[in-house]
Structure formats: C-alpha cells, structure tokens
C-alpha cells in the first residue's frame, strides 16, 4: 500500500482520501501520541473528512484539540511541542482533498509515514471504552498571526504606505496574509478573500495564467506589489509592479542571501532542491554561506541531515524550494504568510528591483522524456554513464538524479517523475536551448 508522496496524503474524495480512509489514518495515528492538533482548509469534503479523522484519533486514544479552518503553517505552528494532522488538497482542484501529518511543527518523514501506512494495511484497534481520548476546542489563528508579525519585524522597513495587492485564491491565506499586512503597516488590497471550497476566482494553485487579475491590477497602478498564495498559504508567488511574475528561484536567492548575510554563525547553510537554480549558490557563496541539495518535495529531510551532518558552528538559515519557503528562525515549516511578510518588508526597505538586481537570471528551460515507471531505474543508470561523457567539463552529482554543473554557473538535471511515467529534465544556461535539446536526446537514447 502506498498512501504517502511527497505533501503528505493527496487526491480524489470519491474514490482515495475518503472518511473511511481518515478514520483509518486517525486511528494509526493516535499511536503516535496523545495529542493531536487538527486543523482543515476551506474545502467542502474538509468538515467530513476532519470529524472522520478526529473520530479515528479520540477512538485509538488520542486527544483531539480542533483549530478549525486555518493555513497549513498555523497548523503547524499549533504542533510544536505535539501532533498535527491537517486536512488540505493545498493547490488541488476543489475535488481533491488530503492528509498531512507534523510533529513539532515538522512534517512527517518517510519512516514515519510508513509506520502509519503499515498500521492503516493491518488495521488498528480501537482503545478500550473507557480510554478513548476526548475533544476541545482552540483557537491558535491570532497568535499565529502575531507571532509572524514580530518575526518579520526584524527585516527591512516599515510598508507604511506601501500597497500590497494579495490574491489569496479563496485559499487559507484569506485569513492570515492580510491580516499580517496590515498590522506591519502595509495598505493592503486583497482579492479573492473569501474562503470558498469551490475556488470560484481561479484555480487553486497560483500560476502566471491563474494569476491574471492580480497581475493586471498590479500593472494598472492599483498597488506596488503582488502576493498570490495557493489553497492553503504555505506557498506564495511574487508580483513586481509591472505585473510580471519574479521568477520563483531568484525570490528563493534574495531570500537565502539576506539569511545568510545576517546570520552570525560560522558556518550558514541554506537547504535546497537539486532543480533549484546556480543563481541561489552564488547568492549565497557571495554572501558568506554555502548550499546544500535535497530531494524535491523533501525539505524537512534535508534540514535534519544538514543539521546532523554540520558541526557546532553549523546553522541552517533558510530552506526552501521553488515557491515553498522555511524560515528556521520562525520553525521548520514552510510558510508562505511568513514569506509574505518579509519580503514585503524587504520590499519597503529598498524597492523589490535594488532586491533582484544583483541576482544573475539565465534562461532555464523543463522538459519531459516518456518512460514507463518499469523502465526508470534502468534508464537513470544509463543517463548516469552517458551524461559525464556527453558533458566531460561538467562536475557530477548523483544523489538526486544525475546533475551537470558547469564552470560558467550552467548546469542541467535529470531526474525521474515519481508520480508521472516520465523522466524530467531541467536546463539552465545562456545556451539553454542547445543544452536541453542535447540532453534530451541522450535521455530518450537511454529510454530505448
């Protein structure tokens, strides 16, 4: 059985997270602990699917404390220190919905995941009668809240005068990012800010074709910044003031930078994935700090090995993948609100260009070579012989699929789709198209 991938449990309500599953899951849970926080986003099915899971959870002997409708970050938030389970499809479409786990405030990990998918397959008893766990009610919303604004206090400058133009997609960010804003200061203008499970302003996830009306009203002169969030705010995507998107690895930079730069240990690290651009890197060599690579969808993983693996002087200052942020001085979550909330400083502090400028941006490029799931371990084996020859001025990793970085900062990345019969491949260089149309003919050789 296979329940987990990489954002926790996700997909259809008639046919895979059903209420038989939540139980199911609440129950294996409750084994964990005796306390659980459970939180929901703003979907229909979610009401359903958290009284299941609550049920599973109080049955197995747990205590249940209900935050009801709150950003996947303030679920989190509300676990340190216990469990978490948050009901959300994050950026799915309003069909969809999931199940996501935390322990203080850190996302499950593969062996514990796999502990609960082992107990969901054998099945759970319920406790004895007179041990089932019980119900109470908290509110963690307005501390939530709170906290974000005192952190984000300490970057940049007041927005006082400073328009801010949120669209939070009907998502959990309706509830939070405003919020947050406005009491930093910020003249605040939020579309789509009503929590609605059937997303009627656009799709949940935040793309530059979902993003079109907050793109426009930036651009017609309604505000100096654009913010727009997925379904459950733990990403955010950033619009400069000519409603162009900022490309999301070069936020990442500029992030990972100021981290790094204010950081007094000896040794910065910030975490990412192995698709993430080289600008990253030299932002933050040249800031002082050095980067370590995880696997893609895994950030809470790579934090713990790069936390094991530093020596006393060793402080993971940021970690992030594109468009999904951790600010470990906040907790070790991604959080979108929070994100929202610094770079909206930063933003009052010097203007987001006098931010990217520094910031080397080559053209990058994604494609997909079709490969049967059967067929993905043999073909990677041959894509690792194939690449350093194909590329013998390049350095070679291969802990997360086969990156080529190049002296010039270019480097291009194959890996294999976990979810999808393809193997991807990702460019970045000022010849980008050539090194992705040779790359991808080396990949499609090894696929035959």
Excluded at 403 to 426: C, H, I, K, Q
Aim: aromatic share 6%; proline share 5%; hydrophobic share 40%.
């Amino acid at each position: 059985m296979k329940l987990f991938g990489t954002a926790g449990i996700r997909g259809p309500v008639d046919g895979r997270v059903t209420p038989e599953l939540a139980l199911a899951v609440g129950r294996a849970a409750a084994a964990d602990g005796d306390e659980f926080v459970l939180g929901r986003d703003g979907r229909e099915t979610s009401p359903a699917l958290a009284a299941a899971v609550a049920a599973g959870l109080e049955s197995g002997g747990a205590t249940v404390c209900r935050i009801g409708e709150v950003p996947t970050p303030a679920l989190a938030y509300a676990s340190r220190g216990r469990r978490g389970l948050m009901i959300t499809a994050s950026h799915n479409p309003p069909t969809d919905n999931g199940l996501k786990l935390f322990v203080d405030g850190q996302e499950y990990g593969d062996d514990a995941e796999a502990r609960i998918e082992a107990r969901v397959e054998e099945g759970c008893d319920p406790a004895a009668w007179d041990a089932w766990g019980e119900a109470t009610e908290l509110d963690v919303l307005e501390r939530y809240r709170a906290a974000v604004v005192d952190y984000a206090a300490g970057f940049g400058a007041s927005p006082d005068g400073l328009t801010v133009a949120v669209d939070c997609g009907n998502g959990m960010g309706s509830v939070a990012t405003p919020q947050v804003l406005r009491a930093l200061g910020a003249d605040v203008r939020a579309l789509n800010a009503t929590v609605d499970g059937h997303f009627p302003g656009r799709e949940s996830k935040p793309t530059p074709e979902s993003l079109a009306d907050l793109r426009a009203f930036v651009a017609d002169g309604d505000a100096d910044l654009g913010i727009g969030h997925d379904g459950d705010a733990d990403r955010i995507v950033l619009v400069d003031e000519d409603g162009e998107i900022v490309h999301e690895d070069t936020v990442l930079a500029v992030l990972a930078e100021r981290y790094v730069r204010e950081s007094a240990a000896g040794d910065p690290v910030v975490v990412t994935t192995p698709n993430a651009s080289a600008r990253i890197d030299e932002r933050v060599e040249a800031a002082g700090g050095r980067v370590e690579r995880t696997a893609l969808g895994v950030l809470h993983e790579g934090l713990a090995a790069a936390r094991a693996d530093g020596d006393r002087e060793t402080e993971v200052v940021f970690a992030a993948e594109p468009w999904k942020h951790m600010h470990t001085g906040f907790g070790d979550w991604i959080d979108g609100v929070v994100s929202a909330a610094v770079l909206t400083r930063l933003v009052a502090a010097s203007g987001l260009s006098r931010l990217t400028e520094p910031v080397t941006e080559r053209p990058y490029r994604k494609a997909n070579v079709r490969c049967p799931d059967e067929q993905k371990a043999a073909t990677m084996q041959r894509v690792e012989e194939r690449l350093p020859e194909l590329f013998p001025e390049a350095t070679v990793e291969t802990e997360y699929g086969v990156r080529m970085a190049f002296p010039d900062a270019s480097w291009v990345l194959v890996r294999p789709s976990g979810t999808e019969p393809y193997v991807r491949v990702y460019a970045e260089s000022d010849e980008v198209d050539e090194l992705i149309a040779e790359t991808v003919e080396a990949v499609e050789c090894a696929v035959d």
